[in-house]
T-cell receptor
Framework: GDSVTQMEGPVTLSEEAFLTINCTYT??????LFWYVQYPGEGLQLLLK?????DKGSNKGFEATYRKETTSFHLEKGSVQVSDSAVYFC?????????????FGTGTQLKVEL | GAVVSQHPSWVICKSGTSVKIECRSL??????MFWYRQFPKQSLMLMAT?????????EQGVEKDKFLINHASLTLSTLTVTSAHPEDSSFYIC???????????FGEGSRLTVL
């Protein structure tokens, strides 16, 4: 079945540091890939997505590129801010079961310090 | 973005009692709502998909008689954990969308603790 593996946290960075959160997936065919972010006390929010190989999703300075050859969708940001502190979830929407079902990774907590 | 709200955010109950969690779409009509369960340091696991006016579709391994889902209107879905036991303690999250394939909007989650 479909699965998503992402790096364990917490990840602690200083403000303005470079961020990478790794995400790899296993799925049949060509799923859509997502990054969701959950700020403290709030629900998950879509951060960015990519629907086909080599697509790059981007939003709020975050980027992730759909790499079919490595089955990866790593999240990157060049300069993090304290306000980026949150839990980040990688997810895929597969084609099995009629589609439209998200499979999530375990989430990676990011803490950004001054 | 659209807002989905869950209530209650926290609930503590005694073993053997039933607990109802509500999921509301506040500014849009949701044709489909999803219920997830999350254990500490684990991913969100889809429990069931509910479409307004029809029976929920449960994922394999989820007891439909234990986790009752009702989607009576386009803005409200409820999850009732019946005869709760300590192993049901978890974080329950709902999401909703307007149309098939559309963006999902998530509630803030409800933490259930069964004593």
């Amino acid at each position: 079945g479909d699965s998503v593996t992402q790096m364990e946290g917490p990840v602690t960075l200083s403000e303005e540091a470079f961020l990478t959160i790794n995400c790899t997936y296993t799925a049949t065919g060509y799923p859509s890939l997502f990054w969701y972010v959950q700020y403290p006390g709030e629900g998950l929010q879509l951060l960015l997505k990519a629907t086909k190989a080599d697509d790059k999703g981007s939003n709020k300075g975050f980027e992730a590129t759909y790499r079919k050859e490595t089955t990866s969708f790593h999240l990157e940001k060049g300069s993090v801010q304290v306000s980026d502190s949150a839990v980040y979830f990688c997810a895929l929407e597969g084609l099995t079961g009629g589609g439209n079902k998200l499979t999530f990774g375990t989430g990676t907590q990011l803490k950004v310090e001054l | 973005g659209a807002v989905v709200s869950q209530h209650p955010s926290w609930v503590i109950c005694k073993s053997g009692t039933s607990v109802k969690i509500e999921c509301r779409s506040l500014d849009f009509q949701a044709t489909t709502m999803f219920w997830y369960r999350q254990f500490p340091k684990q991913s969100l696991m889809l429990m069931a998909t509910s479409n307004e006016g029809s029976k929920a579709t449960y994922e394999q391994g989820v007891e439909k008689d234990k986790f009752l889902i009702n989607h009576a209107s386009l803005t409200l879905s409820t999850l009732t954990v019946t005869s709760a036991h300590p192993e049901d303690s978890s974080f329950y999250i709902c999401s909703a969308r307007v149309l098939a394939g559309g963006e999902l909007f998530f509630g803030e989650g409800s933490r259930l603790t069964v004593l």
